[in-house]
């Protein structure tokens, strides 16, 4: 075989690799994976077989803030199951550069899913879009009032795409989330957040996440995790382990459900938690 056709094999398969469909699935199975920059390369590469679908930046959204929960290990098992109120005042110094890419994809996506807003699936990213920011503002910036503003849009956009077109349970998510993780809140806490229109039932909210977690598709694996983290917060481990080990099953290159799996089968499980997203792992 001449040289010159040996240096063009690499190239050739370099273009059948980018020419192959990229979707959503393998996308955010790589992120559920914490392979952040993969996801990316297949969200990237589905925006560009999609232009205009909004659920491809809304996506790639999703990978940013994933990953910048992983570096600021945000969702600690010592975080949801001993903070009665799911924030604390510690101080995080968010990644400006992750910032200004994760605030670009969301524009990109109001901006595609403006187009045609009364359409599901543009109704359903910003859905998705409300949540993501939400969670970056009250988790990251520490900015309540504001994250609580644009979780109960997000809730009250998922209930009229669902009133319309119930087979988006994916959509269910955002009603289960401000349910319960406004329900651990204090009583007067709650009674006033009643009053702005917020929803703080704590049976809805873990109705809704599992409907979630079983109908779901995109972010079912999100929707079991915090079913996890409930049971832990419930002393359920076995509920909690049954869950991990399944998610462990499916995303084997997450080392985050085995070592709170590892946790939970030691002696003592109250004592040296590891953290869904813990440092240096």
Same mark, same amino acid.
């Given at each position: 075989?001449?040289?010159?056709?040996?240096?063009?094999?690499?190239? @050739?398969?370099?273009?059948?690799? !980018? /020419?192959?469909?990229?979707? %959503?699935?393998?996308? *955010? $199975? #790589?992120?559920y994976n914490?392979?952040?920059?993969?996801?990316?390369?297949?969200?990237?590469? *589905?925006? !560009? #077989?999609?232009?205009?679908?909004?659920l491809g930046?809304? +996506?790639?959204? !999703?990978?940013?803030?994933? +990953?910048?929960?992983?570096?600021?290990?945000?969702?600690?098992?010592?975080?949801?199951t001993h903070?009665?109120?799911?924030?604390?005042?510690?101080?995080?110094?968010?990644?400006?550069?992750?910032?200004? =890419?994760?605030?670009?994809?969301?524009?990109?996506?109001? =901006?595609?899913?403006? $187009?045609?807003?009364?359409?599901?699936?543009?109704?359903?990213?910003?859905?998705?879009?409300?949540?993501?920011?939400?969670?970056?503002?009250?988790?990251?910036?520490?900015?309540?009032?504001?994250?609580?503003?644009?979780?109960? &849009?997000?809730?009250?956009?998922?209930?009229? @795409?669902?009133?319309?077109?119930?087979?988006?349970?994916?959509?269910?998510?955002?009603?289960?989330?401000?349910? *319960?993780?406004? +329900?651990?809140?204090?009583?007067?806490?709650?009674?006033?957040?009643? @009053?702005?229109?917020?929803?703080?039932?704590? /049976?809805?909210?873990?109705?809704?996440?599992? %409907?979630?977690?079983?109908?779901?598709?995109?972010?079912?694996?999100?929707?079991?995790?915090?079913?996890?983290? !409930? /049971?832990?917060?419930?002393?359920?481990?076995?509920? /909690? $382990?049954?869950? @991990?080990?399944?998610?462990?099953?499916? *995303?084997?290159?997450? $080392?985050?459900?085995?070592?709170?799996?590892?946790?939970?089968?030691?002696?003592?499980?109250?004592?040296? &938690?590891? +953290?869904?997203?813990?440092?240096?792992?």
């Amino acid at each position: 075989m001449p040289f010159r056709t040996l240096l063009l094999i690499p190239a @050739l398969c370099a273009s059948a690799l !980018a /020419a192959q469909p990229s979707t %959503l699935d393998d996308g *955010y $199975r #790589q992120m559920y994976n914490l392979d952040f920059a993969q996801a990316h390369a297949v969200f990237r590469g *589905y925006e !560009a #077989q999609h232009p205009d679908d909004p659920l491809g930046p809304a +996506s790639d959204a !999703a990978a940013y803030l994933f +990953s910048e929960f992983d570096r600021l290990h945000i969702l600690q098992a010592e975080f949801f199951t001993h903070d009665q109120h799911f924030v604390t005042d510690h101080k995080l110094t968010p990644d400006p550069v992750l910032g200004r =890419n994760f605030e670009a994809a969301l524009a990109s996506a109001r =901006n595609l899913a403006a $187009r045609s807003p009364a359409d599901p699936n543009s109704m359903f990213t910003m859905i998705l879009v409300n949540g993501l920011h939400s969670d970056y503002t009250g988790l990251i910036e520490k900015r309540y009032g504001a994250s609580l503003k644009e979780m109960k &849009a997000g809730r009250q956009m998922a209930e009229r @795409l669902l009133a319309a077109h119930p087979d988006y349970y994916d959509a269910w998510i955002a009603v289960g989330v401000e349910n *319960y993780m406004l +329900s651990i809140k204090a009583l007067p806490l709650r009674w006033l957040l009643q @009053l702005t229109g917020a929803e703080t039932d704590r /049976a809805v909210g873990l109705e809704k996440l599992r %409907l979630a977690a079983t109908k779901g598709h995109y972010l079912a694996p999100f929707a079991r995790l915090l079913l996890a983290v !409930a /049971a832990l917060r419930d002393h359920d481990t076995s509920k /909690a $382990r049954d869950l @991990l080990t399944a998610l462990n099953r499916e *995303y084997p290159r997450n $080392r985050l459900y085995a070592l709170e799996l590892a946790r939970l089968s030691a002696p003592d499980p109250t004592r040296g &938690a590891a +953290s869904f997203w813990s440092p240096g792992q």
